[in-house]
């Protein structure tokens, strides 16, 4: 199992963060139109090293939540972390932020 994010790579990184997000901010529901044949097949790999759990809500499950989403938001997939990949994920944001902070910084200082 991958521990280190030097190991992923810029789209393992971005299916992660992408997972992490829908399970803080939609109870672990993935929507396959977001997602690209790369996401899908970095998720399979994940899941094979032991980092995550995923896969396809039960058709009934998704018919339901027709109610509640339109088409294009409409959640298809599922996903659950291991301890480790919260980890990788929050260091991945971390690594993402100091970079946004650092060009932040660069900007300001012209101005300044």
């Known amino acids: 199992m991958r521990t280190n994010i030097s190991e992923f790579g810029r789209q393992e990184k971005s299916i992660l963060l992408y997972a992490e997000d829908c399970l803080v901010n939609n109870l672990g529901r993935l929507n396959s139109l977001k997602m690209n044949q790369e996401d899908f097949d970095n998720l399979k790999k994940m899941k094979e ?39 990788l994920a929050w260091a991945m944001r971390k690594e993402r932020a100091d970079k946004g902070v650092k060009e932040l910084q660069e900007t300001l200082e012209k101005y300044a």
């Open 49 to 87: 090293e032991g980092l995550l759990d995923f896969g396809r809500l039960p058709f009934h499950e998704i018919e339901r939540l027709q109610k509640y989403f339109n088409r294009l938001t409409l959640p298809t997939h599922w996903v659950s972390f291991t301890d480790e990949a919260y980890a």
